[in-house]
């Protein structure tokens, strides 16, 4: 059976694509110091789409948590403790008792952790695969964990807000939790312990042919609303159970990346590959190599923005320099300034000058004399008069 991939709360292996991360800036120089860049590979948790309708697209945006071994180093700087921290199943010890995220199957290595700076917003290609994660949380597991990298985010965020006003700040943090975050706790609780993967309860009797995907069996897929309902925090988790069909594409497809978008620029977010094969590691590498490399596309994306606007310089010298040897020559190249007065007289001939002004020309037959009204061909006499001494007024006093 064919599912979502990537699909939402799978941990996988991924690194950077750079090349793809910076492609719609079209510029030869970043295409060839994106192709220098050495990437390597590290392991995170794909826990869910920002918009779970953008899936349908070719690309999408996932909040990508990666997994650190061992408690992360304090940084007392930042405010960021190594208690805010949430450990992986099967590892379960905390400094702060916290609950363990329930990863099925657990994951192959012990002492991992989620923690907030490692998390970081990134695209990944988006489509069908019969290729089934290792390890994943189920929707309302990945939704107990980004409450947790929220909360601890939210306090890094507030002692940061008191330093800057001069205010008493908190380190290390408190143990306490927010009540959004034990909501959905104690909704993720109710639906454990699991003892089979989560998307069975969605596949049905399709799980034999996961189990087996050489045999075919093309029984319809149950609705996945009776399965998993609304969390607490009121997120719409759709079903990742997807059909065998391309995503929509064309001008349909660019309609949808507009409205879904919440980023000013999305298509320059770092776009990310990924397997799901955890057995290339015998230990999950430290994240932090995967934010050097973030640093380093910033820093060719900063030396892009920098010649664009060196090159935009330039040309405005040029254009200047050849505005001027234009006027040299006696030549007007600027348009009149429009004063107030100006604009003002506009609107006043638009009212009042310009309806009197037109006049029907009567038919002039041969035969009829002419007469006073038909010789002022459409226009009285004494409203051409206002008009060209009040724009010689204007004009003198510009």
Not at 179 to 204: F, Q, S
Not at 339 to 359: A, I, Y
């Given at each position: ?300 994306k900063a030396g892009f923005v920098e010649r664009y606007q060196r090159r935009l310089d330039e040309v405005k010298l040029e254009d200047d320099a050849y505005i001027a040897s ?73």
């Amino acid at each position: 059976m064919s599912l979502a991939a990537p699909l939402p709360g799978a941990y996988a292996v991924v690194w950077l694509d750079p090349a793809a991360s910076l492609e719609r800036l079209d510029d030869p120089i970043v295409r060839e110091e994106c192709q220098k860049m050495n990437t390597r590979k590290y392991v995170a948790c794909i826990t869910e789409p920002v918009n779970t309708i953008a899936m349908v697209l070719h690309s999408c945006t996932f909040k990508v948590d990666f997994v650190v071994q061992g408690l992360p180093p304090d940084d007392p700087s930042k405010f960021y403790h190594h208690c805010l921290s949430v450990p992986i199943l099967p590892n379960a010890s905390h400094p702060t008792e916290r609950r363990p995220m329930q990863a099925f199957p657990p994951l192959p290595w012990s002492d991992c952790y989620h923690a907030v700076p490692y998390r970081v917003k990134a695209r990944c290609e988006t489509g069908t695969s019969r290729d089934h994660p290792r390890s994943c949380l189920s929707l309302d597991e990945a939704a107990v964990l980004s409450a947790f990298m929220i909360n601890d985010d939210n306090h890094i965020y507030r002692q940061e807000r008191a330093r800057g006003a001069g205010e008493e700040t908190s380190y290390p943090p408190p143990t306490g939790l927010g009540e959004n975050l034990l909501d959905e706790i104690e909704y993720a609780d109710k639906r454990l312990p699991m003892t089979e993967p989560w998307w069975y309860a969605v596949l049905g009797q399709d799980k034999q042919a996961d189990a087996n995907p050489r045999i075919a069996t093309p029984t319809k897929t149950s609705d996945s609303s009776s399965a998993h309902a609304k969390p607490p925090s009121a997120r719409a988790q759709e079903s990742p159970i997807a059909s065998e069909k391309d995503p929509i594409d064309g001008d349909i497809a660019d309609l949808f990346a507009a409205m879904l978008s919440h980023d000013d620029t999305p298509e320059l977010q770092p776009f990310v590959r990924y397997t799901y094969n955890l057995s290339i590691f015998d230990s999950p590498p430290d994240p932090a190599g995967f934010f050097q490399e973030l640093a380093q596309l910033e820093r060719i994306k900063a030396g892009f923005v920098e010649r664009y606007q060196r090159r935009l310089d330039e040309v405005k010298l040029e254009d200047d320099a050849y505005i001027a040897s234009l006027e040299a020559r006696g030549m007007r190249v600027k348009g009149r300034h429009q004063t107030r007065l100006r604009r003002l007289w506009r609107g006043v001939e638009s009212h009042f000058c310009w309806p009197f002004s037109q006049l029907s020309v009567p038919i002039k037959r041969t035969s009829d004399p002419p007469s006073a009204k038909a010789r002022t061909y459409g226009r009285p006499f004494t409203w051409r008069i206002a008009c060209s001494i009040a724009r010689r007024f204007l004009i003198y006093v510009e």
